[in-house]
């Protein structure tokens, strides 16, 4: 089992700046991926950011030159640093993760392939 627990979001003015983080625990063998989605009530969840192993990136063009992702590797552990939040930029930020756990020999080979959300972290974009 491999669980995600992000921290980090509340409430913020336009503007202003928030960091939310992401900690993948459990029966991990490795990590190809992490990245934050989000969602509004009535939309498709939308991926924002995501950072592979290899320390390639990717931003919806929404969010580039305003948000960074930054992924600890040895921890499991991703950020994503938030500035200049708009009102738009308001949702339900999901960590995601994928990659393999570990066997039921043990973490020295890969076992089955996961793919998981957290539990989301609510962002408030407002005076």
């Known amino acids: 089992q491999v669980q995600l627990e992000e921290s980090g979001g509340g409430l913020v003015q336009p503007g202003g700046s928030l960091t939310l983080s992401c900690l993948a625990s459990g029966s991990i063998f490795s990590i190809i991926a992490m990245g934050w989605s989000r969602q509004v009530p009535g939309k498709e969840r939308e991926l924002v950011a995501r950072a592979d192993s290899g320390g390639g990136s990717y931003y919806d063009d929404s969010v580039k030159g305003r948000f960074t992702i930054s992924r600890l590797n040895a921890e499991n552990m991703v950020s994503l640093q938030m500035n200049t939040l708009k009102p738009e930029d308001a949702a339900v930020y999901y960590c995601?993760?994928?990659?393999?756990?570990?066997?039921?020999?043990?973490?020295?080979?890969?076992?089955?392939?996961?793919?998981?959300w957290g539990q989301g972290t609510r962002v408030t974009v407002s005076e």
């Open positions: 995601t993760a994928h990659g393999y756990a570990c066997s039921d020999y043990g973490c020295a080979r890969p076992g089955p392939y996961f793919e998981n």
